[in-house]
C-alpha cells in the first residue's frame, strides 16, 4: 500500500469511531484533529487541509443519519465521501475507453509523457506500456529526448524487457522532427507513448520545445509526471505544466519511498489536472491507475468493510433484522431464531473471515480451532432441534432431565451436546438483550470476545 503512514493514521483514527459508545461533538472534534494531524503528516497544504476538515466537520453535525445505518457507519462515510470528493475532483475516465473510442477510426491514442529531470518521464513509459499491452492495446514507446545522452539506451532497453517496439533516432536533434520521421509507421499502433525530455525546472527552453512538439504530435493526453517525494510543492509544477504545456493529467511517481505522497497527490487533485496513475516502485509493474474511490476505500481500510457491509445484507436482511428486534423486545428469542442466525452468520462465509472484516474485532484474535468448533456445530445442532417439539423450540427453558434424554436418543447425540446448547441459547439471549435497540457497541463485542478467548466460554455464540 502507497502512502503506508497516512493510512495507518487515519484507520487508527477511524477505529476510535468503531469502537466508541457514541457519536458526539466531542467525539467529531477529536476526529477532525486526528485526521488534520495525519494529513500535515504527509505534507498536505493547510489550507486544503482546513478546507476538508470544515466539511467534514458541517455535515458530521448537521446531517441527518439516513435511516439504514448506524451514526458510526454515517460519520465513517462522511470522513471518506470527503477524501473521494478532495482527491477525485477533476475527470477520471478510464483511458482504455478512450482509446478504444480513438481506434475505431484506425487512429492511434497518443500520450506524451512530460516533465523536469529524474521525475520518472522513462520509467512510467515503460510501465504505461506494459500496462496497456497487458490489456490488449497494442502499443509502441518513442524517445524524442535528444538531451540526455543515455536517454534513447534506457528507453530502448525497458522496451526490449517487456517486449515493445521502440522508436528513437540518436542522430537527430529536434524531438519534432523524430517524431515526424516515425509517424506513418506508428499509425498502425493503438497507442504510442512519447517520452520526452525535461529540464531542471519548466523554463522558456522547455515550454518551447514543448510546445513545439504539442503542434507536431498533436498528443491526446500530456500527462505531466512529478515525484512524489516534493509534497506540496507538487501544486506548483502541476499548475505551472497546466497552464504552460497543456497537460491534462499528472502521473505521481515514487510513492513508495516518501512519507510527503498525500501532500503531492492533494496538491495535483486540486490544479484541474487530475491524477490518472501512481508509481510504486521501480520495476514496470510498480504502477497503478488512480481511482479515487477504491484508492481513499483502500486508504481508510475500508475495502473489507464494504465487503462485509454487502455480505451482511445478503445474509440476513433489514426485514430479518427487525423481526428479531421486535422479538427480544417481547423477549422470546427462541431456538429457532439461535439457529436462524447462526445459518445467516454462516451463509457470510468462515467466521474468521467475517470477524477479521469487522473493524476492532480483527484485533480479537481469536483462536482458529474455537472457530472451526462454531461452525461445525450448526450441524448438529440441526439433529438436536429435528428431534424437539414446537413447544420444546419456542421455550427452551422447559427442556429438563426426561426431555433432554429422549432428544438424545431421537437425534443419536449425547445429552452433553444437549447441555451445550442450551447453555450456548442462554449466552446467545444475554448477548442479544446487550445488543438490543442498537446501543450496544463494538466495544461490548470486543469485550465478549475476548472474555470467550480467554476463559474459553466455549458455548458462546451470536
Ligand atoms: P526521467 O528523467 O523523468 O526520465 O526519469 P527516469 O525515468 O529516468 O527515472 C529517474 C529515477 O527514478 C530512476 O532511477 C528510476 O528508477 C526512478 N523511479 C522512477 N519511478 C519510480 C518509482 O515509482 N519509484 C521509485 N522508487 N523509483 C522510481
Ligand atoms: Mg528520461
Not at 433489514?318 to 423481526?323: K, N, S, T, V
Request: hydrophobic share 35%; aromatic share 6%; proline share 3%.
Amino acid at each position: 500500500m502507497v502512502l503506508e503512514g497516512l493510512s495507518e493514521s487515519l484507520k487508527k483514527t477511524l477505529s476510535k469511531i468503531t469502537g466508541s459508545l457514541y457519536v458526539d461533538e466531542k467525539l467529531i472534534n477529536e476526529l477532525v484533529k486526528d485526521i488534520q494531524r495525519a494529513l500535515l503528516q504527509s505534507d498536505v497544504n493547510v489550507q486544503l487541509v482546513l478546507e476538508i476538515t470544515k466539511n467534514i466537520k458541517e455535515r458530521a453535525l448537521k446531517e441527518k443519519t439516513p435511516k439504514t445505518i448506524n451514526k458510526r457507519e454515517h460519520l465513517i462515510n462522511i470522513v471518506y465521501e470527503e477524501l473521494v470528493n478532495f482527491l477525485g475532483k477533476g475527470d477520471h475516465k478510464t483511458l482504455i475507453d478512450q482509446i478504444k473510442t480513438k481506434n475505431i477510426n484506425k487512429q492511434p491514442y497518443k500520450i506524451m509523457l512530460v516533465g523536469l529531470f529524474g521525475s520518472g518521464k522513462t520509467t512510467t513509459t515503460g510501465k504505461l506500456a506494459n500496462y496497456f499491452k497487458k490489456r490488449g492495446i497494442k502499443t509502441a514507446v518513442i524517445t524524442t529526448d535528444t538531451w540526455r545522452p543515455a536517454a534513447y539506451d534506457q528507453l530502448e532497453q525497458t522496451a526490449k524487457k517487456i517486449n515493445i517496439d521502440f522508436y528513437g533516432n540518436k542522430e537527430e536533434k529536434n524531438p519534432a522532427k523524430i517524431y515526424s520521421q516515425f509517424e506513418k509507421q506508428l499509425q498502425e499502433y493503438d497507442l504510442i507513448l512519447i517520452d520526452t525530455a525535461g529540464r531542471d525546472a519548466l523554463n522558456n527552453e522547455l515550454v518551447e520545445e514543448l510546445q513545439l512538439l504539442n503542434k507536431t504530435v498533436n498528443p491526446d493526453e500530456s500527462f505531466l509526471v512529478i515525484s512524489g517525494d516534493i509534497g506540496q510543492t507538487a501544486q506548483k509544477q502541476a499548475t505551472a505544466f497546466h497552464d504552460n504545456a497543456n497537460v491534462k493529467g499528472v502521473i505521481i511517481t515514487k510513492l513508495d519511498g516518501t512519507s510527503k505522497g498525500g501532500g503531492a497527490l492533494a496538491a495535483c487533485s486540486v490544479t484541474g489536472a487530475p491524477v490518472r496513475f501512481l508509481g510504486t516502485g521501480e520495476k514496470t509493474d510498480d504502477l497503478e491507475e488512480f481511482k479515487p474511490e477504491g484508492f481513499v476505500g483502500r486508504l481508510l481500510g475500508m475495502g473489507d468493510l464494504e465487503a462485509l457491509l454487502e455480505k451482511t445484507k445478503e445474509a440476513f436482511t433489514e426485514e430479518d433484522a427487525e423481526e428479531m428486534q421486535e422479538k427480544l423486545m417481547k423477549g422470546n428469542f427462541s431456538l429457532q431464531d439461535l439457529y436462524d442466525q447462526m445459518k445467516a452468520m454462516k451463509k457470510m462465509g468462515p467466521l474468521n473471515k467475517v470477524l477479521e472484516m469487522i473493524p476492532g474485532l480483527s484485533q480479537a484474535n481469536i483462536p482458529k480451532d474455537v472457530l472451526k468448533q462454531q461452525e461445525g456445530k450448526i450441524d448438529k445442532w440441526k439433529f438436536l432441534m429435528d428431534s424437539m417439539t414446537q413447544k420444546e423450540k419456542d421455550d427452551p427453558e422447559i427442556i429438563t432431565g426426561k426431555r433432554i434424554e429422549r432428544i438424545s436418543k431421537g437425534s443419536g447425540q449425547p445429552s452433553s451436546e444437549i447441555r451445550a446448547l442450551l447453555k450456548q441459547y442462554r449466552q446467545s439471549k444475554k448477548m442479544m438483550k446487550m445488543m438490543k435497540g442498537g446501543s450496544g457497541s463494538e466495544k461490548d463485542m470486543q469485550k465478549m470476545m475476548q472474555k470467550m478467548q480467554k476463559g474459553g466460554m466455549k458455548g458462546f455464540k451470536f
